[in-house]
């Protein structure tokens, strides 16, 4: 499921349409506030795509924030009709900026783009994780043989 999130109510219907129309179930918010209180009520959501101005300038970068911290670990894109040179939505935690208005199959492009790099980083994360575990068993397994010895 993705989480949309925009103050402005026809881009917010609209884009829940379109994504819906391809094949995607999508909720919404209307404000960051909302977003923030559903990420952990309402999800695992697979995508979050957020404004970035709403309640304020930098609302979006709240909403990915809270998104982040979900054990859920979701794709996260900022969405914005205007994009600054030199911001840090990146070091923010964004996966992708995408800028409105978009063309109907460059947004699909992105958002399918999007969720198929993320669940590789995700897979390739897990994959280390267990590498990681897998050493220290095998150090611990050493160790123990060592000591007996």
């Known amino acids: 499921m993705k989480l949309l999130v925009d103050d402005e109510l026809a881009i917010l219907l609209t884009l829940k349409a379109i994504l819906e129309i391809h094949g995607f179930e999508v909720e919404t918010a209307a404000s960051a506030k909302e977003a923030i209180s559903k990420l952990p009520a309402s999800g695992p959501y697979q995508m979050v ?73 995700k897979q390739n994360g897990a994959a280390e994780v267990q590498r990681k575990r897998a050493g220290k068993t095998l150090t611990k397994e050493t160790r123990t043989a060592a000591a007996k010895n």
């Open 49 to 121: 795509i957020t404004d970035m101005r709403m309640e304020s300038e930098t609302a979006g970068y709240d909403v990915i924030r809270a998104a982040k911290k979900q054990d859920y670990d979701p794709a996260v894109a900022i969405l914005t009709a205007f994009p600054l040179l030199g911001t840090d939505w990146k070091d923010e935690g964004a996966d992708s900026m995408l800028v409105k208005p978009m063309n109907t199959n460059d947004l699909l492009r992105q958002i399918e783009a999007l969720l198929v790099q993320h669940e590789d980083r």
